[in-house]
């Protein structure tokens, strides 16, 4: 797509319902949504002023989301919708085909292929490590400790009332928290409202919003790996891959009791009309420090296996991480399988969970961070990068 004279790659995402730039194409308008982050984060974005596009022969103005952290540039349901773009599932893959002849006619937006565990693997590794609905518990994490920042007050952000079809929408998940005692009721001082995000599929997922938390709350170093440099690491040499996510990842990790006050929210019953205050006993999306939390933790469980179990050369394999996602790089088969069986047997009997659909076990090509990797090869993926960003 040529925009304001200049070409730009756009990622295709249905999710997003707005279309956005992650560069400062033109001046910025006064028009500014919120937006929710991968993290569950929640904050303001601008909307540039309307800019030239032109594309497929057709040109028009359109004004794009500004999100300097988004990853990819996003071509969202509002261009989507406005081109009268048709969404057409096939074997494989699917599609995505414009009515207008002078509009480009097809090309592909994302490889569908389901997970597919080999064998030997499924009858090697402990069959609880595959993810269930209900999120796993790091059995060597301990409690974390989150510190105010020195003359920090108490926040109370009042919640402003929440439809009753979101109430409803989100009331499943409230209650399976509370059955799983990830959540628990409680009296606090501090409280920040909840917003109920409707999915694409209709249902509804719970996002907090945690800014004024965050403000209060110290900052932690982040060490986590950047995720652009990280797979320089990935040697020519290597030719089978593994790639594995861990899910609910964050909730893997306890929040010390002291802790735990911070991140209170109101909810009200939507069966009984009932208000009380709930918090999160495990680590919370959102929160500023969670992605390091939980990555330096599962670094360290990674380090130890990595030192005392693996028995493979060094020099024939590599060990990546970022967050909650694993990358294994071999020479061999053989012991890319071995790897891959061991570390699934490490992260079930330490109480994490991997997520099945998302599994890429022993493969020659695989999708990590938005790339698509083969032996010497490194390049950006028709999967779309999961770093997206939706709207409420």
């Given at each position: 797509?040529e925009?304001?004279?200049e070409?730009?790659?756009?990622?295709?995402?249905t999710?997003?319902?707005?279309s956005?730039?992650n560069?400062?194409?033109?001046?910025?308008?006064?028009s500014?949504?919120?937006v929710?982050?991968?993290?569950?984060?929640?904050e303001?974005?601008?909307?540039?002023?309307?800019?030239d596009i032109?594309?497929?022969?057709?040109e028009?103005?359109?004004?794009?989301?500004?999100?300097?952290?988004?990853?990819?540039s996003?071509f969202?349901r509002?261009?989507?919708s406005?081109?009268q773009?048709?969404?057409?599932?096939?074997?494989?893959?699917?599609?995505?085909?414009?009515?207008?002849?002078n509009i480009?006619k097809?090309?592909?937006?994302?490889?569908?292929?389901?997970?597919?565990?080999?064998?030997?693997?499924?009858?090697?590794?402990?069959?609880?490590?595959?993810?269930?609905?209900?999120?796993g518990?790091?059995?060597?994490?301990?409690?974390?400790?989150i510190?105010?920042?020195?003359?920090?007050?108490?926040?109370?952000?009042?919640?402003?009332?929440?439809?009753?079809?979101?109430?409803?929408?989100?009331?499943p998940?409230?209650?399976?928290?509370?059955?799983?005692?990830?959540l628990?009721?409680?009296?606090?001082?501090?409280n920040t409202?909840?917003?109920p995000?409707?999915?694409p599929?209709?249902?509804?997922?719970?996002?907090?919003d945690?800014?004024a938390?965050?403000?209060?709350t110290?900052?932690?170093?982040?060490?986590?790996a950047?995720?652009?440099?990280?797979?320089?690491a990935?040697?020519?040499?290597?030719?089978?891959?593994?790639?594995?996510d861990l899910?609910d990842?964050f909730?893997?990790?306890?929040?010390?009791l002291?802790?735990?006050?911070y991140?209170?929210f109101?909810w009200?019953?939507?069966?009984?009309?009932r208000?009380?205050?709930?918090?999160w006993?495990r680590l919370?999306?959102?929160?500023?420090?969670?992605?390091?939390?939980f990555g330096?933790?599962?670094?360290r469980?990674l380090?130890?296996?990595?030192?005392?179990?693996?028995k493979?050369?060094?020099?024939?394999?590599?060990l990546?991480q970022?967050?909650?996602d694993?990358f294994i790089?071999?020479?061999?088969?053989?012991?890319?399988?071995r790897?891959?069986?061991?570390?699934?047997?490490?992260?079930?009997?330490a109480?994490?969970?991997?997520?099945?659909?998302?599994?890429?076990l022993v493969?020659t090509?695989?999708?990590y961070l938005?790339c698509?990797?083969?032996?010497g090869?490194r390049?950006?993926g028709?999967?779309?990068?999961?770093?997206?960003?939706?709207?409420?």
């Amino acid at each position: 797509m040529e925009v304001d004279g200049e070409p730009l790659e756009f990622r295709v995402d249905t999710g997003a319902s707005h279309s956005a730039v992650n560069t400062k194409l033109g001046p910025l308008s006064d028009s500014t949504i919120q937006v929710v982050g991968v993290t569950g984060q929640v904050e303001e974005r601008t909307f540039l002023r309307p800019l030239d596009i032109k594309f497929g022969g057709k040109e028009f103005d359109h004004q794009f989301l500004y999100m300097p952290n988004s990853p990819e540039s996003l071509f969202g349901r509002d261009l989507l919708s406005m081109l009268q773009a048709r969404i057409i599932f096939e074997k494989g893959r699917v599609r995505l085909e414009f009515p207008e002849e002078n509009i480009a006619k097809l090309f592909v937006i994302k490889e569908v292929e389901a997970a597919e565990i080999p064998q030997e693997i499924e009858q090697a590794v402990v069959p609880w490590v595959w993810e269930t609905g209900v999120p796993g518990k790091s059995k060597a994490a301990q409690p974390a400790v989150i510190e105010l920042k020195e003359g920090a007050s108490p926040v109370r952000v009042r919640q402003y009332p929440l439809k009753l079809e979101a109430r409803i929408g989100i009331a499943p998940m409230i209650e399976q928290f509370l059955s799983l005692g990830i959540l628990q009721e409680c009296e606090s001082e501090f409280n920040t409202p909840i917003f109920p995000v409707r999915k694409p599929n209709g249902k509804y997922r719970l996002v907090q919003d945690l800014r004024a938390i965050n403000n209060i709350t110290k900052d932690i170093h982040p060490v986590v790996a950047n995720p652009y440099t990280l797979l320089t690491a990935v040697s020519e040499k290597f030719k089978w891959f593994t790639v594995i996510d861990l899910k609910d990842a964050f909730f893997c990790i306890p929040l010390a009791l002291e802790s735990r006050k911070y991140f209170a929210f109101e909810w009200e019953s939507p069966d009984t009309g009932r208000k009380k205050q709930l918090t999160w006993t495990r680590l919370p999306q959102g929160f500023k420090n969670s992605p390091t939390i939980f990555g330096n933790q599962l670094a360290r469980e990674l380090e130890e296996w990595k030192t005392t179990q693996v028995k493979e050369p060094p020099f024939s394999f590599a060990l990546l991480q970022y967050v909650d996602d694993i990358f294994i790089a071999s020479t061999e088969k053989d012991v890319c399988l071995r790897l891959t069986t061991g570390l699934l047997n490490m992260l079930g009997q330490a109480g994490y969970r991997v997520s099945k659909e998302k599994a890429q076990l022993v493969r020659t090509q695989v999708i990590y961070l938005g790339c698509e990797i083969s032996q010497g090869v490194r390049k950006l993926g028709v999967n779309r990068i999961q770093a997206i960003w939706g709207h409420w």
